[in-house]
């Protein structure tokens, strides 16, 4: 059997990999499950660090922009987010 991508998306407090995840997105290219997303009570890891440990690769972190003037306090997207990928 060839190998599938999994997808794990981490959306986390800061741009530091060991702040907590807020929010979060799963893809499981194996087609063994249905994506999910961050809808249940619990994250599938506590940080970006765990989910390392774990063995998911790290492929992409979160750009650091700052904010523009007067929109420090403004809310939008989560822009912490954190690309992760393993094989199966």
Do not use: C, N
């Not at 800061?14 to 979060?24: I, N």
């Not at 961050?38 to 390392?52: F, I, K, M, Q």
């Not at 650091?64 to 822009?79: A, I, Q, R």
């Amino acid at each position: 059997m060839s190998l599938r991508q999994q997808v794990l998306v981490l959306y986390l407090a800061s741009s530091a990999l060991d702040s907590p995840v807020v929010g979060w997105s799963r893809y499981d290219g194996t087609g063994e499950s249905q994506p999910t997303t961050g809808d249940s009570d619990s994250p599938p890891y506590p940080d970006g660090v765990a989910a390392l440990r774990d063995g998911w690769r790290l492929i992409q972190a979160a750009q650091l922009l700052p904010p523009h003037p007067g929109d420090e306090y403004g809310t939008s997207f989560l822009k912490h987010e954190f690309f992760f990928e393993q094989l199966s």
